[in-house]
């Protein structure tokens, strides 16, 4: 098996790249908007089952490439996952900076002074515009492989993840925004398919 073929090449360089600057973008917008002091390493959003399930993507591309090299040759598909991780991490990045400070990883359970409900630009579509982003970034970073397994594995965990994620968060902004919140929630959609 030859590892660095162009194909293998191409396809895990474009991902740990998308890996790089996804994790590396958030921590400095975090440092940007919060303050040096106010962000810790968290907001690289590196965690032990997120490694794991990146190193377990990473084998099963290496495993189909060894047995299945055709299958890594769908080069419109894999291009359509590098457009998805684009359009996931732009329409992420979008979300965080029309938020400003209002945007934390961690889910506030207390409002806080400065606190306001964000509904303006991209909210305006899409109530939760960062965890669609995400969605479809993690998505496509499997599509670009060609990895069918970890595809599915990743749009299952994921959606998962923020179906029980949304519910729990938009409990405390009823709570910080009442009504207000109410009537944002019934007009736009959650932004994660099937969740409400």
Do not use: D
Not at 144 to 170: D, H, K, Q
């Amino acid at each position: 098996m030859e590892v660095f073929h162009n194909t293998a090449s191409r396809q895990l360089s474009q991902m740990f790249i998308a890996i790089f600057f996804f994790h590396i973008s958030e921590y400095l917008l975090a440092i940007a908007i919060h303050g040096r002091r106010n962000v810790t390493l968290q907001s690289l959003l590196i965690s032990k089952e997120y490694m794991i399930a990146m190193l377990f993507s990473v084998l099963e591309y290496l495993v189909e490439y060894a047995f299945f090299p055709g299958l890594k040759e769908h080069w419109w598909l894999s291009n359509l996952g590098l457009a998805l991780v684009v359009t996931g991490e732009i329409t992420r990045k979008i979300a965080i900076l029309t938020a400003g400070g209002a945007f934390t990883h961690l889910i506030r359970t207390c409002r806080e002074k400065n606190h306001r409900l964000v509904t303006r630009g991209i909210y305006s579509f899409v109530r939760h515009p960062s965890y669609s982003g995400f969605l479809i970034w993690s998505v496509g970073t499997q599509i670009m492989l060609l990895n069918p397994i970890s595809t599915v594995a990743f749009a299952v965990v994921v959606w998962r993840f923020f179906a029980g994620r949304i519910p729990y968060e938009e409990n405390y902004l009823k709570r910080f925004f009442g009504t207000k919140y109410v009537e944002y929630a019934r007009r736009v959609p959650s932004g994660i398919p099937f969740v409400n």
